[in-house]
């Protein structure tokens, strides 16, 4: 079981379509598509930089975990994604470590991921998310 690289950065903006502008047309970073996931209550926006993307995200209803983020600290950093080898395996793992989690058990997330969310309480304030991308993708 590994970490295999930042798959990318969940940016919760005030503004979302100002922080597309400047991702998109003043960085010049590509476009890669919206998607909306209903089970999280959020519409992502991809912007894809070399080797990893910055997903910016915008809630889709008010009880969404991104619309509580913003409500309580404002626009930022909502989540650090790390791209693992075996999510299962790693759930496991980090059960057995004591390791909070928000998700017990993997789902579906954007970009064709099965995906997992460590509580921040137990990473130091940080909330993790960690995903593995589906076979075809």
Avoid: C
Avoid at 3 to 12: K, M, Y
Avoid at 20 to 30: P, Q, Y
Avoid at 77 to 97: C, G, Y
């Amino acid at each position: 079981m590994k970490v295999l690289r930042i798959n990318h950065l969940g940016i919760a903006p005030k503004q979302a379509e100002t922080a597309k502008h400047f991702f998109g047309n003043i960085l010049k970073l590509a476009n890669d598509g919206e998607e909306t996931v209903p089970d999280q209550k959020v519409k992502v926006s991809f912007y894809q930089a070399e080797k990893s993307r910055l997903e910016i995200l915008e809630p889709t209803e008010d009880a969404s975990p991104v619309a509580k983020f913003l409500s309580e600290r404002g626009g930022g950093i909502q989540h650090i994604a790390l791209e693992v080898d075996d999510l299962d395996a790693w759930l496991v793992k980090l059960k057995a470590e004591g390791i909070q989690l928000i998700d017990s058990e993997p789902r579906y997330g954007a970009h064709n991921t099965r995906i997992a969310f460590i509580h921040p309480r137990s990473t130091g304030g940080v909330l993790v998310e960690l995903t593995q991308e589906m076979k075809g993708h």
